[in-house]
């Protein structure tokens, strides 16, 4: 019986194939540590485009800091605990210390402002349900904490502002901006075009960071402290 002759790899061909490997696991590695803003970058300040920070005119919880900034600080105090992606119900509505999801930023960075965020929501869902038809029913355990729940809160309840991020401006530490799927507030922090960083939760490695246009913006609000 004849034997069958295998080929051999020539260590030149070997040598290609690893090295066109490791180029390629290289070039991943860039282009996720690009993605994530895992290089270490300059971040720029509001003052340094001569751009004026907006200012609330209320301060809800009279702690002498202005709702926009106690919004802010919110958000960074929530981003400080470094919680864990955890997408779940929970009965009460709240998460548990150290885990959440998008959603639950926004809850805690509106607290921090004095403001009681489920509660609004729930009133304006019981208030208005056709301003929310996609509620069969509602559910306070999970009602606020759902992004197409809360675009609707904010477009009706905020100023609502442009959408634009090329009116680097208009784009103020505090705001709240709500894309198709994800919510975030925006930060202090700005890059070197002056587009502002945002403070968000999606499971990523930083959770302050250039990325405003990562997804698909649909809403841009500044809360006022009104309800309607």
Known sequence: MRKRKTK???KKAFLFICISIAVLFLAIGVYLANYWNLWPEKSYTAADFGIETVKSERDENNNGVD????????AK???ATDPKYQSDYYIGGYPPTGEGVCTDMIWAALKNAGYN????VDADIAAHPEAYPDIEEPDPNIDFRRVKNLAV???????SLTTDVEEIAQWQPGDIVV???HIAIISDLRSEDGVPYILHH???PILEEDALTRYKIVGHYRWSGNFD
Do not use: E, H, M, P
Request: hydrophobic share 40%.
């Open 117 to 120: 965020l489920k509660d609004r």
């Open 8 to 10: 051999r790899v020539s």
């Open 179 to 181: 894309y198709t799927k």
């Open 153 to 159: 809160f904010f477009q009706r309840n905020a100023a």
């Open 67 to 74: 709702d926009y900034t106690d919004i802010l600080l919110g």
């Open 202 to 204: 999606a499971g990523q």
């Open 77 to 79: 105090a929530y981003v």
